[in-house]
């Protein structure tokens, strides 16, 4: 065995960045997904919006009115809306800022993928 060989881990794998940049990708997926379920939550706030001014207007009502009626279905979803943009915000600056992480990993790392090492045809039949 070769003592000047880099330590192996216990699944054979080589050790790797131990780093900031080994939780890029779960940050990643993680922020994609949020961005994902907030930009429905979003979509489906503004359709229960829609519907609750629609259905206000069909007695002859104007939801722009100033009666506490109409600021009450106007307010409704308030705080649901600003802490869905909130997330949204957070989930993408968190998704920009792994993917920094990722693509400066693989700028100093040189885009090797099989680890650097030289394997022809004949090493693999043994």
Do not use: K
């Amino acid at each position: 065995m070769d003592e000047s060989a880099a330590p192996v881990e216990p699944g054979g794998h080589e050790p790797r960045d131990r780093g900031p940049a080994r939780f890029a990708r779960p940050v990643l997926i993680a922020a994609a997904v949020v961005a994902v379920v907030c930009i429905a939550l979003l979509v489906i706030i503004f359709l229960l919006d829609t519907y609750n001014a629609t259905v206000y207007s069909v007695s002859g009502n104007d939801i722009q009115d100033n009666s506490q009626e109409s600021r009450d279905i106007r307010g409704l979803y308030d705080g649901a809306r600003a802490g869905s943009i909130v997330f949204l915000v957070i989930a993408l600056l968190a998704a920009a800022v792994s993917g920094w992480f990722l693509y400066r990993g693989r700028q100093q790392g040189g885009g090797d993928s099989d680890g650097g090492e030289d394997v022809d045809f004949d090493d693999l039949g043994r």
